[in-house]
Nanobody
Framework: VQMIEYGGGAVQAGGSLRLSCAAS????????IGWFRQAPGEEREGVAS???????NYADSVKGRFTISQDNAKKITYLQMDSLQPEDTAMYSC???????????????????WGQGTQVTVSS
């Protein structure tokens, strides 16, 4: 499975961005897709995930501000990010794993396929 992210960029605090993650596998709906981020000098953290039946999970730090959704027909997962803050600045990556048996949807160790990432920079 190949994953490609796009939609990152620079925005001022309070602004919004929408990230997109495109996947190549035709059984896309069988996967859980996660968004992760890594700021310089910090560990990568799970931000949000969504599986084929639409079940979502969010990190506490983004609840109420970020929304994950997906278009199974287009094999694209979106991360709508609103009310962005400087602490949201990071490299954002999407990842995929077969949803069956997944225990921790926001744990990077669960995921098998990764994209290259897209940079999000939020200025104050």
């Amino acid at each position: 499975v190949q994953m490609i992210e796009y939609g990152g960029g620079a925005v001022q605090a309070g602004g919004s961005l929408r990230l997109s993650c495109a996947a190549s596998d035709y059984t896309y709906s069988a996967y859980c897709i996660g968004w992760f981020r890594q700021a310089p000098g910090e560990e990568r953290e799970g931000v949000a995930s969504i599986d084929g039946d639409g079940t979502t999970n969010y990190a506490d730090s983004v609840k109420g501000r970020f929304t994950i959704s997906q278009d199974n027909a287009k094999k694209i997962t979106y991360l709508q990010m609103d009310s962005l803050q400087p602490e949201d600045t990071a490299m954002y990556s999407c990842a995929a794993v077969i949803a069956y048996g997944l225990r921790s949807p926001l744990s990077q160790s669960e995921y098998k396929y990764w994209g290259q990432g897209t940079q999000v920079t939020v200025s104050s």
